[in-house]
């Protein structure tokens, strides 16, 4: 089982900074690494597949770059919407499919 | 517009028995790998289980084998989960997912609003 640790747990930033997060794979996962975003009392929602590629509709601030174990999503200026805890996920190698613990991006 | 609609969790005994649904539309759903994730209150996301398009192959986390059995209807659009010898810990919220036409494929999207599943003992 591929095991997906983030960090930091909890990022703390003042709306128009930049945030990024940390995601490494305790193995090789090419670029088989979604990201998604989950706002309190909602279902999570896909920012990210394939390490870097937007799904649709997400705004371009949002950045997925990274390959192999090291991965980073950016979020060049936070907006109030962005808000929200954040996991990345890999199906280079399923199942299982797993899931990094979350980073929760709060107001600083 | 791809939409996933849940249904039937419910409060229900350790040891017990439920079977979740998932209703699908937008897509053509026979051609999509589908799959349940669970959150439990205030916890991380768990994946549980995914089935091919066909329902030929089907694949379960170690913590729910042997206990879960997922299946679809693809004549209805419906993904099932039937959840059996409940344990406490399966208390979460179950989010139905669309994966990809391939395995390969991986991601999840979308996700739908969810069902919550409570276990008393």
Redesign the interface.
């Given at each position: 089982e591929i095991l997906m640790t983030q960090s930091p747990a909890i990022l703390s930033v003042s709306p128009g900074e930049r945030a990024t997060l940390s995601c490494r794979a305790s193995q090789s996962v090419t670029s088989?690494l979604?990201w998604?975003q989950q706002r309190p009392g909602?279902?999570?929602?896909?920012l990210i597949?394939?390490a870097s590629t937007r799904?649709t509709g997400i705004p371009a601030r949002f950045r997925g770059s990274g390959s192999g174990t090291d991965f980073t999503l950016t979020i060049s200026s936070v907006q109030s919407d962005d808000f929200a805890i954040y996991?990345c996920?890999q199906?280079?190698n399923?199942?299982?499919?797993?899931?990094?613990?979350?980073t929760r991006v709060e107001i600083k | 517009e791809v939409q996933l609609l849940e249904s039937g969790g419910r409060l229900a005994q350790r040891g017990g028995s439920l079977r979740l649904s998932c209703q699908s539309s937008g897509f053509s759903f026979s051609d999509y790998v589908m799959?349940w994730?669970r959150q439990a209150p205030g916890k991380?996301?768990?994946?549980v289980s995914?089935i091919s398009g066909s329902g030929l192959s089907r694949?379960?986390?170690?913590s729910v084998k042997g206990r879960f059995t997922v299946t679809r209807d693809n004549s209805r659009n419906t993904l099932f989960l039937q959840m059996n010898s409940l344990r406490l810990e399966d208390a979460a919220m179950y989010?139905c997912v669309k994966l990809g036409r391939r395995?390969?494929?991986?991601?999840?999207?979308?996700?739908?609003?969810?069902t919550v599943v409570t276990v008393s003992s």
């Open positions: 088989d979604a998604y909602q279902a999570p929602r896909l597949f394939g799904a996991y996920q199906y280079y399923w199942p299982p499919i797993t899931f990094g613990g979350g | 799959g994730v991380g996301l768990e994946w995914s694949y379960y986390a170690d989010h395995p390969s494929e991986g991601w999840l999207d979308p996700w739908g609003q969810g």
